[in-house]
């Protein structure tokens, strides 16, 4: 078996059959290999490496199963390299298979095509793991390895390059099952301390970030039992349902922040929470996070669980009844709250909600909402009614544009039989329009949304309201995206207002051979940042 035939076959191993690649001659022999696999391997080549490492994120993200994508070295890597640190920043279980130079020059500077200097360095300051293939009988292990250490403990990217003369080296190779993945050992004492705590608290409250996304029938069944608010904003939504009088997001999420007595945080960093709500000596916060360095990074926890969400969470519904005070329903009061918010929202951001209701009105329960940095993402991320976890996307601290249109069809890949949406700014869509090409060269059925309002509206309202009107750098001149889309062979529609987005959206929902482009022109929408950036409740 050559290198490139192990590797192919590791990933085959762990249930990777799709990679989201670009070819050039350091892989060649990775894309024979690919080739020989047949049907096994499903390989879905794009246009631009960053459209290649966005689609392996997006499958990553709405599956929770790990992904790969493959990339020349050099310019190949660097133009993967920003969705590979949204794979970081996500904790987003990605491989990136990346070529390099003959073995033997390797550090030897004599400028090979596409060589950068310390690509190895560069890619471990960018991923969890990574690991250089010299020989094809070390290809198994190393396959293994990779994944073993983006699904063990907090989850993240991982690297494994192979030089342009490796990749075909044979030799006998023996396969190499998936290795058991790390996990913790949970602290019973911890569990039993969380359960008295929570179980005596008089308003207790829940807050979700992505590592709660796993456990979202646990964090259900916690939070009837404590009639606690489960908050999530963005990475945390879904995992309770939005329809439910205890699941919020901002800004009733920071009311209830100030009135809490014990926090239960469940894969968050917290940043909102403790850098901007506050923090004082009357709120104990007990945390789960899959990494150990996450929990007191800003604020010593009370009680600090390390390890899987889920494990730990049920253990903690074990052992809760026995110390769970008697608690009368908060559904009413609930209910209220979140109406008199809903009610301040629309009148605040109206025009852009309208536009949500009408995406929430024709996506189904399970089909998979992807924002982006642009206005209607603000007011997706506290305003669109989320059923499940990881049916909406939102791309974390990165807040990149371009993630939204790239990762959205990586996310309709892997996800075929339900509709993905996703939402972009004429800005952010332009970043990745040319991945149009590859929705339609591979039939993926993904609706992509674009609002044009002529500009990086969110970078002009800036300048608007704080540089005096001195406009610079953001005013954009666009192509006419319905044409655009159909140059490509792509559907394309424009819709002006709410009732014809939701009318070109059932359009778009039926046609599940390839793409739909639904421009709507908007012009400039009401700010969301008052309720995004809300002075403290504590500690004041
Ligand atoms: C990779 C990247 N570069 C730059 C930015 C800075 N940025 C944030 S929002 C924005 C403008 C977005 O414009 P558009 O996508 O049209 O959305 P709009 O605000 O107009 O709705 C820019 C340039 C960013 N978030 N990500
Ligand atoms: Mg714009």
Redesign the pocket.
Known sequence: MTAAEAVVDGMLAHGIDTIYALPGVQNDLLFEAMFKAGDRMRVVHTRHEQGAAYMALGAALATANPSAYAVVPGPGLLNSS?ALLTAYSMNAPVLALIGEIPDADIGRHLGHLHEIRDQAGILKRLVDYSALIRKPEQAPRLVAEAVRSMVSGRPGPASLQCAIDVWGKAAAVTPQPPLPVREPKVDQTAITKAAKLLGAAKNPMIVCGGGAQEASAEITALSAMLQAPVLGYRRGRGVLDSRDPLSVTLPLGRELWGEADVVLAVGSRMLIQFRQWGIDKSLKIVRIDADAQEHGRLHKPAIALTGNAALILRRILDALPSHNIKRASRRADMAARQAAWDKRLREAIGPQIAFLDAIRGELPEDGILVD??????FAARLAFPVYRPRTFLSPGY??????GFATALGAQDARRNVPVVSI????????TANEMATAVRHRIPLTAIV???G???????IQQERFGNRLIA?D?ANPDFVKFAESFGAAGERARNPDELGAALRRALARRDGPTLIEVP?GS?PSPWPFIFMPPVRGV
Do not use: C, H, I, P
Not at 372 to 377: A, K
Not at 398 to 403: F, H, I, K, V
């Open positions: 920003a982006e940095v642009t206005q209607m993402g990165q807040d990149n544009l371009g993630w972009s700014g004429d800005g952010g869509f332009m970043f609002f044009n309002d500009a990086f509206g969110n970078v002009r309202r953001s954009l908007v929408f």
